[in-house]
């Protein structure tokens, strides 16, 4: 992806292009101009015509303050998940109750950028009323859409885009073929002809660029006038059909089919097969869904091979490896012949099994070295992993699975910044009337999972019914995990909401029953995490460190990370309540790292205060400001401040009150209100940038001169601005 940068701050996900772009200079200038008078400018024109390529070129031409960003539309299928498909573009975490809208208007409130909504044709109305809204309340925004027919919205201006120029249609199928290595003719005794029979056929596919594209993956092994006299005979099979499509529409399907009816019978049956992916695939995932029923597995590479020599499928690079994608349109073709062979149940099924199967792997590998790797693998594969629980989910006989599927992925839910869209598929699943089955397995994980999540988000009332239901039916069915897990969770709540006796007795009880059973993974290690937290706001600062001390040894062996990052949180926080800030930074370093890898908004933001709570101690109070402010515009996108803990609240309230006194209340509001207009990358880049040499300031000191947070419960700070406006989540 392009990585504009300022100030080394991304500025835009806009991709590279990886082959010569041709022609288009009269539609560019035309788009250039649209994009300066107008707010929302929508290129609109027949599929294939090349409207996706002309955005992006235009868009890479333009530098708003905030960035371009493209939003990639076509693997959503359903309206309710545009919003999301927004958020995940923009790089977004939320972990509060508040639905994505509410999310992205925070957000583009004060930028300035460029939002490029890229296939809008199947999901018109969800993106009218998003562009719509979203330019109401963002002055700064700029919204470029891309799609066969316009939003309708007030104030758009029309791009229409038509095919290439004769001209400019032979340079792009000259260009092709010669990235293949080809040319376009084979006839040395009359060089002419060859020109002649290029042009031509350029004019019979309408000068469309996918049409062109598909006949150069041809080159290699027809001349132009071959292809041409193949393509006549396509033309006069497929003459009929809608009378009323425009011409071009109908030659593009007639260009397609024509490119199908060239395809051996295993690239035609692996085409079809192919159309049940969402967005990117692996070759393993495509040998495992696609092969069988004439396909041998060992010879999907082979068959895959020779659909990515013509253009059918592309290649693309991705942090999880090498990845193909199937053109919209083409994907849409093979989709109509999956259905005539009456092969598409059959499929979504076996697709629906693998993505089941991985996110099993997933789960299991997560704790383990591969954490990272399994990250970046959910990332890629959640466009597959939402269409099988759509399926599941839709199908009365897979509800099983679609609660095992959405519990499964707890980790990406939680670990990964997506604890809104984990929320929706568990609460769908809980849902679900399924049969019983030994010990409701599924569902009861489905519930400890919700849970899980709407503790995080601060929504503490269904936490509690997800988790008293859990614990009733899992002990009904004498189902002892599904009683550690809801004892765990039950205690984490009692944690936030500041029961420490309580979160004491449930998170040692559940710790138990967890070595009973031989359980072992993040989730375990968490729950020992959390034990500790309770132990150091109860004053046993040794007890805490032992306890993370052993979770932290248990995952450097296991190379686990995410957990260890909570465990380095706690550490730092009786470092520094043992007056050692210089280790507490150290610690608070690693432990936000690791979190912004991961996009853990919670575990970052929680780092990003703390951090703040050791610069002031280290006679930097205006940089202690500044990280409270940038504190305070994440914590929205998380949940409720501090889970409106005292316990968490109290570094905080400390931190305020020392810096006030420091600063005054003017220039603290000042460094603040800096740190607020920080963005999140930005925040975590200055919260990891070690300052200077630290100016002498003395710091509060318990009778026994232990730094302590005790005395900020009963403190009285000025509000602070990082709270003002009512700005929780929920």
């Known amino acids: 992806m392009r990585d504009l940068r300022r100030d080394g701050v991304p500025h835009g996900n806009l991709p590279l292009e990886l082959d010569t772009f041709v022609g288009r200079a009269t539609e560019l200038a035309g788009l250039a101009g649209a994009l300066d008078a107008a707010r929302l400018v929508t290129v609109t ?11 992006a070129r235009a868009a890479g031409r333009r530098s708003p303050r905030d960035g371009v960003w493209r939003v990639q539309l076509a693997p959503v299928r359903d309206e309710e998940f545009v919003d999301y498909a927004v958020v995940e ?16 208007l925070a957000h583009l409130a004060e930028r300035e950028l460029l939002l490029l909504l890229d296939g809008v044709e199947h999901l018109v109305d969800a993106c009218a009323a998003l562009v719509t809204e979203l330019l109401g309340r963002a002055p700064g925004l700029k919204v470029l859409a891309v799609g066969r027919r316009p939003l309708g919205v007030a104030g758009e201006r029309l791009v229409p885009l038509a095919p290439l120029s004769t001209e400019e249609a032979v340079e792009l199928l000259a260009v092709r073929a010669g990235q293949r290595s080809v040319t376009c003719g084979h006839d040395a005794a009359d060089p002419d002809a060859d020109q002649r029979e290029a042009r031509e056929l350029c004019r019979r596919l309408d000068g469309i660029p996918l049409a062109i594209e598909l006949a150069a993956g041809r080159l290699g092994a027809l001349s132009p006038g071959q292809v041409l006299r193949r393509l006549d005979d396509r033309f006069r099979l497929l003459t009929g059909g809608d009378s009323t499509a425009l011409p071009r529409h109908r030659t593009l399907r007639t260009a397609i089919g024509w490119s199908h009816e060239l395809c051996t019978p295993p690239e035609r049956l ?40 013509q253009s059918v499928l592309t290649r693309e690079e991705s942090p999880a490896g090498v990845r193909f994608r199937m053109l919209d349109t083409v994907r849409a073709y093979g989709a109509d012949w999956l259905e005539a062979a009456g092969d598409a149940d059959r499929l979504r099924r076996r697709h629906r099994d693998w993505y089941v199967g991985l996110a099993t792997w997933c789960e299991l590998e997560w704790f383990s070295p591969r954490q990272g790797e399994v990250a970046a693998r959910v990332d890629a594969e959640l466009p597959n992993l939402r269409s099988a629980l759509e399926h599941c989910l839709t199908e009365p006989d897979d509800a099983h699975l679609g609660q095992y599927l959405a519990g499964s992925l707890w980790f990406h839910w939680v670990g990964c910044g997506r604890l809104s869209e984990g929320r929706h598929w568990l609460e769908q699943a809980v849902r679900l009337d399924a049969e019983p089955t030994a010990g409701d397995q599924p569902r009861l994980k489905a519930l400890w999972v919700l849970a899980y999540v709407a503790i995080l988000q601060g929504d503490t009332v269904p936490a509690l019914a997800a988790l008293q239901e859990c614990r009733r039916e899992a002990e009904r069915s004498a189902n002892p995990t599904a009683v550690a897990y809801a004892e765990h969770r039950t205690g984490c709540l009692a944690l936030v909401t500041d029961d420490m006796p309580r979160a004491e007795t449930l998170l040692r009880s559940a710790l138990r029953r967890y070595r009973e059973i031989g359980e072992l993974n993040s989730n375990v290690l968490m729950g020992q995490v959390e034990l500790a937290m309770t132990r150091a706001f109860q004053g046993d600062l040794p007890d805490a460190v032992r306890l ?148 002498s300031l003395p710091a509060p000191r318990s009778a026994d001169g232990r730094r302590t947070v005790a005395d900020a419960r009963t403190a009285k700070p000025a509000a602070s601005p990082t709270r003002k406006g009512g700005e929780t989540a929920g």
């Open 45 to 55: 024109g027949p599929g294939g015509v090349g409207k996706s390529r002309l955005a």
């Open 89 to 104: 573009a923009l790089g977004l975490t939320d972990h509060t109750t508040r639905l994505p809208r509410e999310t992205l």
């Open 270 to 309: 692996l085409w079809a097969r192919l159309s049940v992916f969402a967005g990117q695939f692996d070759l393993e995932a495509a040998e495992y869904v696609c092969s069988g029923d004439g396909l041998p597995a060992d010879e999907v590479l082979d068959v895959l091979s020779a659909l990515l020599a």
């Open 548 to 695: 993370c001390e052993d979770v932290r040894q248990v995952c450097e062996d296991h190379g686990e990370r995410w957990a260890r990052g909570y465990a380095l949180y706690v550490l730092a926080y009786a470092a520094w309540s043992e007056g050692n800030p210089v280790r507490a930074r150290e610690l608070l370093a690693d432990c936000l790292g690791g979190a912004h890898r991961f996009r853990d908004q919670l575990g970052s933001v929680l780092a990003v205060e703390l951090l703040a709570l050791v610069t002031v101690a280290e006679g930097d109070a205006a940089e202690a400001a500044v990280l409270q402010g940038a504190a305070g515009r994440m914590w929205p996108s998380v949940g409720l401040p501090l889970f409106g803990s005292a316990h968490y609240n109290a570094p905080h309230e400390l931190c305020e009150a020392t810096a006030r006194e420091q600063l005054g209340d003017e220039r603290y509001e000042e460094c603040a209100r800096h740190g607020a207009r920080l963005g999140r990358r930005e925040a975590v880049a200055r919260a990891l940038r070690r300052p200077g040499a630290p100016a």
